[in-house]
């Protein structure tokens, strides 16, 4: 079985822009979560996705969005990039919704940089 | 509130020594616990998990890790530590709240 994929693997953009992330969980997996891992932050929750729902979200502003798809692939957008939203985002799959006792597995993350 | 502490930011061995790295808890559940490794720039590899019965669980790469309800520590051990070990560890817990991941330990090995 096909693990957690992430496109694009590396990003580069300038504040300002907006950046779209792509994320394919484990098949028959329905629910996608979302990380921003940084240096001195570690790993902060975005928000996670189950069957097309947001089913929770992190402390992080209005700029950062994301959607689910029927097929279960997940999509984060960031607005308006600053400089601190350089990271690594991470997507993690998993059958059921997080309160569930499930189990969670990664992809191998989108480096962003913000120039 | 539900936490997860690792007490060590960075931690150094030589190779072949015998290594453990701390985890202690806060959660208002019955707890699933994780251990995850994470190589540079990589995601994160499910090193093993504890859902309940024996307490000693056994991973991958010679890891394992020891639930410990009255410290509510599970920490994670290694007999003897290969340079290819070297890497950042993060402790994880999840119930019926959502998952909580330590700050992560960073493991130097010296060869």
């Known amino acids: 079985k096909a693990g957690v994929t992430q496109t694009p693997r590396y990003l580069i953009k300038t504040r300002g822009q907006q950046v779209t992330l792509s994320c394919s969980p484990i098949?028959?997996?329905?629910?996608v979560s979302w990380y921003q891992q940084t240096p001195g932050q570690g790993l902060q929750f975005l928000f996670e996705y189950f069957s097309e729902t947001q089913r929770n979200k992190g402390n992080f502003p209005g700029r950062f969005s994301g959607r689910q798809f029927s097929n279960s692939r997940s999509e984060m957008n960031v607005s308006t990039l600053e400089l601190g939203d350089s990271a690594l985002y991470l997507c993690?799959?998993?059958?059921?919704?997080?309160?569930?006792?499930?189990?969670?597995?990664f992809g191998p993350g989108t480096r962003l940089t913000v120039l | 509130a539900q936490s997860v502490t690792q007490p060590d930011i960075h931690i150094t061995v030589s190779e072949g020594a015998s290594l453990e790295l701390r985890c202690n808890y806060s959660?208002?559940?019955?707890?699933?616990l994780f251990w995850y490794v994470q190589s540079p720039g990589q995601g994160l590899q499910l090193l093993l998990k504890?859902?309940?019965?024996?307490?000693l669980v056994q991973g991958i790469k010679g890891f394992e890790a020891e639930f410990k309800r009255s410290q509510s520590s599970f920490n994670l051990r290694k007999p003897s530590v290969h340079w290819s070990d070297a890497a950042e560890y993060f402790c994880?817990?999840?119930?019926?709240?959502?998952?909580?991941f330590g700050t992560g330990t960073r493991l130097k090995v010296l060869a």
């Open positions: 994880a817990v999840t119930g019926t709240y959502k998952y909580i």
């Open positions: 504890y859902f309940s019965g024996d307490t």
């Open positions: 959660y208002g559940a019955t707890p699933y």
């Open positions: 993690a799959s998993s059958t059921r919704t997080s309160g569930a006792y499930n189990e969670q597995f």
């Open positions: 098949s028959g997996h329905r629910s």
